[in-house]
Nanobody, 117 residues
Framework: QVQLVESGGGLVQAGGSLRLSCAASGSIFGIMAMGWYRQAPGKQRELVASITSGGRTNYADSVKGRFTISRDNAKNMVYVQMNSLKVEDTAVYYC???????????WGQGTQVIVSS
C-alpha cells in the first residue's frame, strides 16, 4: 500500500502562484514515476506533469513554461510549482504514483485549486 497526501491548494488570483506538495509513504519502493493530474468540474482527469525516478519530466502543453514538477527522493516528496496561474487552471489536483505494469497505481485524495479572475 502507498499513501499519498497532497497539500498546498487554495484560492489565488489569476497571475499568482501556488506550490503543491505530495508526501508519499508506505511501500514506495519501485515507483517508476510520480505525477500530478487535475480534474475540473464536468471534465475528465488529465495529466498536468510527471517525473520519472530518473528525473525525466513531462508536461501538458497547457502548463508548459508555467508549471515545474520536482521531487525530493530523500523526503519522498513531489512538488509542482505553478506560476502565472489562469482561471482555467481551477481544478482538483491529484498526486499519482505509477508502478511497473501489473501493479496498480495510487492516488491521493486531491487538493482544490481555485484561480479567480
Amino acid at each position: 500500500q502507498v499513501q499519498l497526501v497532497e497539500s498546498g491548494g487554495g484560492l489565488v488570483q489569476a497571475g499568482g502562484s501556488l506550490r503543491l506538495s505530495c508526501a508519499a509513504s508506505g511501500s514506495i519502493f519501485g515507483i517508476m514515476a510520480m505525477g500530478w493530474y487535475r480534474q475540473a468540474p464536468g471534465k475528465q482527469r488529465e495529466l498536468v506533469a510527471s517525473i520519472t525516478s530518473g528525473g525525466r519530466t513531462n508536461y501538458a502543453d497547457s502548463v508548459k513554461g508555467r508549471f515545474t514538477i520536482s521531487r525530493d527522493n530523500a523526503k519522498n516528496m513531489v512538488y509542482v510549482q505553478m506560476n502565472s496561474l489562469k482561471v482555467e487552471d481551477t481544478a482538483v489536483y491529484y498526486c499519482n504514483a505509477d508502478f511497473p505494469p501489473g501493479i496498480p497505481s495510487y492516488w491521493g485524495q486531491g487538493t482544490q485549486v481555485i484561480v479567480s479572475s
